[in-house]
């Protein structure tokens, strides 16, 4: 996985963990934006160049989040694994 997946990846995760811990709305992703999660307490967001090659140059390498993927912090480090977690936040395998 490329470093930028990667880091979108993480900012999505870390976006949705710093909005609230039990949240039951979905995430939102705007489109022509990009979050970037550059470690701990390194977030940021800002719109795309929108330009054929600004796009295809991030599509190069992007890969798809596979579903039920989650993900979680753990002492400062951003983690995922494949899973589910039910209405209590316990994890289970699907």
């Given at each position: 996985?490329?470093?930028?997946?990667?880091?979108?990846?993480?900012?999505?995760?870390?976006?949705a963990?710093a909005?609230?811990?039990?949240?039951?709305?979905?995430?939102?992703?705007?489109?022509?934006?990009?979050y970037?999660y550059?470690?701990?307490?390194?977030?940021?967001?800002?719109?795309?160049?929108?330009?054929?090659?600004?796009?295809?140059?991030?599509?190069?390498?992007a890969?798809?989040?596979?579903?039920?993927?989650?993900?979680?912090?753990d002492?400062?480090?951003?983690?995922?694994?494949?899973?589910?977690l039910?209405?209590?936040?316990?994890f289970?395998?699907?």
């Amino acid at each position: 996985m490329t470093t930028l997946s990667k880091t979108l990846i993480a900012a999505a995760a870390f976006a949705a963990v710093a909005t609230t811990a039990f949240s039951q709305v979905p995430w939102e992703f705007n489109p022509g934006m990009a979050y970037m999660y550059a470690g701990p307490g390194k977030m940021s967001a800002m719109a795309m160049a929108a330009t054929p090659k600004n796009h295809d140059a991030m599509m190069r390498n992007a890969k798809k989040v596979p579903n039920n993927t989650v993900f979680f912090m753990d002492k400062g480090q951003l983690y995922s694994t494949s899973g589910m977690l039910d209405p209590t936040g316990n994890f289970y395998l699907p």
